[in-house]
T-cell receptor
Framework: DGGITQSPKYLFRKEGQNVTLSCEQN?????MYWYRQDPGQGLRLIYY???????QKGDIAEGYSVSREKKESFPLTVTSAQKNPTAFYLC????????????FGQGTRLTVV | GEDVEQSLFLSVREGDSSVINCTYT??????LYWYKQEPGAGLQLLTY?????DMKQDQRLTVLLNKKDKHLSLRIADTQTGDSAIYFC???????????????FGGGTRVLVKP
């Protein structure tokens, strides 16, 4: 089955640690995205990638980093510089960057303890 | 600038129609979307409408777009308990500094369907 897989579903991190969230897609999509969702708020764009080996900052990139070494994979690292990392993180992909019909993964809930 | 607003909460009785409203500010929107999010899950695309259309119907879903007022609505006919979820509207707008488009989401409307 084609789709987007995020792992893990739940993640706990101690303050001061970096943590990496996985996102894999087998839809052969060029574009991939990371969003952050906080309660009662819409999704905010962290980073996006139009094509492999390229990525750009979104609206709230500070404290996050990404890589896009393979078309299928777009991991997100939440660094210790992110002041308020507890949130629900959603990965998405679309056929191309000009096509915003995005398909979403099931999300990773990150909690800092 | 871009801003998408939705009401926070809607309660409806099973079998009635639900209407979820959304307003946006960016007149350069090309597509407008409705997504559904069930608890603890990702977003599921329900339907979308191109900005030069004013209505789209898809089974129980009807999307109405008033481009002059920048108002989008989603009507769900014969609402079922399985329709209880958070519904997000989103607009697609061109990027300023790069080719391509971005999605801007509203804050979501939580719909509760009562039996």
């Amino acid at each position: 089955d084609g789709g987007i897989t995020q792992s893990p579903k739940y993640l706990f991190r101690k303050e001061g640690q970096n943590v990496t969230l996985s996102c894999e897609q087998n839809l052969n999509h060029d574009a991939m995205y990371w969003y952050r969702q906080d309660p009662g708020q819409g999704l905010r764009l962290i980073y996006y990638s139009q094509i492999v080996n390229d990525f750009q900052k979104g609206d709230i990139a500070e404290g996050y980093s990404v890589s896009r070494e393979k078309k299928e994979s777009f991991p997100l690292t939440v660094t210790s510089a992110q002041k308020n990392p507890t949130a629900f993180y959603l990965c998405a992909s679309s056929i191309s960057f000009s096509d915003t019909e995005a398909f979403f993964g099931q999300g990773t809930r990150l909690t800092v303890v | 600038g871009e801003d998408v607003e939705q009401s926070l909460f809607l309660s409806v009785r099973e079998g009635d129609s639900s209407v979820i409203n959304c307003t946006y500010t960016d007149s350069s929107s090309t597509y407008l979307y409705w997504y559904k999010q069930e608890p603890g899950a990702g977003l599921q695309l329900l339907t979308y409408i191109f900005s030069n259309m004013d209505m789209k119907q898809d089974q129980r879903l009807t999307v109405l777009l008033n481009k002059k007022d920048k108002h989008l609505s989603l009507r769900i006919a014969d609402t079922q308990t399985g329709d209880s979820a958070i519904y997000f509207c989103a607009e697609s707008t061109p990027l300023i500094k790069a080719a391509g488009n971005k999605l801007t989401f509203g804050g979501g409307t939580r719909v509760l369907v009562k039996p």
